[in-house]
């Protein structure tokens, strides 16, 4: 049986003047949205995903804002040219990975008005935006 969960991801205080954005669908099929340009404080992101158990027991997401094998799926923000910026130097993208998330914590986040929050450094070590796999990661958590 599927369920639907709810996800915010906040993008922590990014380089100002840099476009990004959601990525929906993957391959060369693929549109970006909730595009923003970064100021000043940090871009929030919301999106659903559903919920199956996999063939191990253990909780696969879905949807269209799920990308990779169903173990190590994850989110993808666009960033620069990639989120269709024709006036920037960046062109990276951000992966969030959905990796710890648990059947506690979907049962948690399925309650109410809840939904799994995670918070993301904007900023690179080399100052531009951040890029690849987001590291160090703190996890989801339940909010509201």
């Given amino acids: 049986m599927e369920q639907e ?5 906040i993008l922590e205080s990014p380089p100002a003047g840099v476009d990004f954005g959601l990525q929906k669908g993957g ?8 595009k923003q340009r970064s100021k000043t404080g940090d871009l929030i992101f919301e999106f659903s995903a559903r919920v199956k158990e996999g063939k191990d ?3 696969v997401l879905l949807g269209p ?6 173990h190590e799926r994850f989110a993808y923000l666009d960033i620069g040219t990639y989120a ?14 959905f990796r710890d ?12 008005a809840n939904l799994l929050e995670t918070r993301v ?23 509201k």
Avoid at 5 to 9: D, E
Avoid at 84 to 97: A, E, H, M, N, V
Avoid at 101 to 112: E, F, H, N, Q, R
Avoid at 121 to 143: H, I, Q, S
């Fill in 65 to 70: 804002f799920t990308h990779g094998p169903p």
């Fill in 101 to 112: 998330i648990t059947w506690d914590l979907v049962k948690k986040a399925s309650l109410g």
């Fill in 27 to 34: 391959g060369n099929d693929y549109e970006v949205v909730q």
């Fill in 121 to 143: 450094p904007g900023k690179a070590k080399d100052g531009g935006p951040n890029c690849a796999t987001v590291k160090p990661f703190a996890g989801w958590k339940v909010t």
């Fill in 5 to 9: 969960l709810n996800f915010r991801i």
């Fill in 57 to 59: 027991g253990e909780p």
């Fill in 84 to 97: 269709g910026q024709t006036d920037t130097p960046w062109s990276r993208r951000l992966k969030i990975p």
